[in-house]
């Protein structure tokens, strides 16, 4: 199976811009369509982005589209989320999933999750 560890989150003001980061080991990235979630403490899981195994599609929540980009670099086996003109409703606790590349689904039920990386934006 294929482990999953986020990182790059932190503490921004409004309007501010992260890096998040996923990084994947025990099978080539290739293998898998990737997605970004959040969560607030309370709330359901909410959609972000996704990307097809090949980079040939991208998924945005409406939320999000046109200050979050996905993206993903298999030669590295990482996954990647750039943020910008961050909002306090951004706050959560974001994960990346990963399921395998026949399943595209890509708002759907993931298989494969990290441990989540803690996002604050202040006001």
């Known amino acids: 199976q294929v482990q999953l560890a986020e990182s790059g989150g932190g503490l921004v003001q409004t309007g501010g811009s992260l890096n998040l980061s996923c990084a994947s080991s025990?099978?080539?990235?290739?293998?898998?369509?990737m997605g970004w979630f959040r969560q607030v403490s309370g709330q359901e899981r909410e959609f972000v982005a996704a990307?097809?195994?090949?980079?040939?599609?991208?998924y945005y929540a409406d939320s999000v589209k046109g200050r979050f980009t996905i993206s993903r670099d298999n030669t590295n086996n990482m996954g990647y989320l750039r943020m910008n003109s961050l909002k306090p409703e951004d706050t959560a606790v974001y994960y990346c999933?990963?399921?395998?590349?026949?399943?595209?689904?890509?708002?759907?039920?993931?298989?494969?999750w990290g441990q989540g990386t803690q996002v604050t934006v202040s006001s």
């Open positions: 990307i097809s195994w090949e980079a040939a599609t991208t």
């Open positions: 025990g099978r080539p990235f290739s293998d898998y369509n």
């Open positions: 999933a990963a399921k395998y590349y026949r399943d595209r689904d890509f708002k759907g039920k993931y298989d494969y």
